[in-house]
């Protein structure tokens, strides 16, 4: 049984350039950045696909994996869509990215469960993203300091290589919780 010590939706909407002096301001992010391989990194994913049905989208030495439309567009469902995989690129992100900062900053969690909703509207004329919501629950040992730990949460949010990336309105809701002995 766990106990919700603080459950605290982020309402501020982040739509500002980061630069990548903000992220680097922090020791601990700079020790994390040693570790990588240096910049510029390049990503590569290829597809082929006949006039109709499922195709594969294939990257070097990963398992194809099926596409299709989403059921909005007129898709078979139950299958990966480019708009479900942005949106697990964008939740894989934030989790990836807190890992370390929760390990450099000796924050003990015992799990992180996220989901990303992105919403697709038209824009003068365009279908784009225009929002991304990261609904974050973080479980902690007792004893743990729970502003630290949602702190590292908004970080991890700020740090989101992908999240970054993108032109869309960005919210986090997270609610760190401590789980009882």
């Known amino acids: 049984m766990a106990s919700v010590v603080s459950q605290h939706a982020d309402k501020r909407v982040r739509n500002e350039t980061r630069g990548p002096g903000i992220a680097c301001a922090s020791p601990l992010f700079r020790r994390w950045m040693i570790k990588m391989h240096p910049y510029p990194h390049k990503y590569v994913a290829s597809a082929a696909a006949q006039n109709a049905g499922l195709f594969g989208v294939t990257s070097p030495e990963l398992p194809s994996l099926e596409t299709a439309p989403p059921p909005e567009f007129d898709g078979p469902g139950g299958i990966w869509s480019p708009e479900t995989l942005l949106c697990a690129s964008l939740v894989s ?9 929760a390990r450099l900053a000796r924050c003990d969690w015992l799990q992180l469960d996220c989901r990303v909703e992105g919403v697709l509207d038209r824009v003068e004329r365009v279908s784009q993203f225009t929002r991304f919501t990261t609904f974050a629950r973080l479980t902690v040992p007792a004893g743990t300091d729970v502003a630290k730990a949602r702190q590292l949460l908004e970080r991890a ?22 789980a009882d002995h």
């Not at 992100?93 to 900062?101: E, N, Q, V, Y």
């Not at 949010?157 to 401590?178: D, G, P």
């Open 157 to 178: 949010e700020h740090t989101c290589l992908i999240a970054n990336s993108l032109r869309s309105v960005r919210a986090l809701e997270a609610e760190v919780i401590v």
């Open 93 to 101: 992100c934030f989790i990836l990215s807190f890992r370390p900062i």
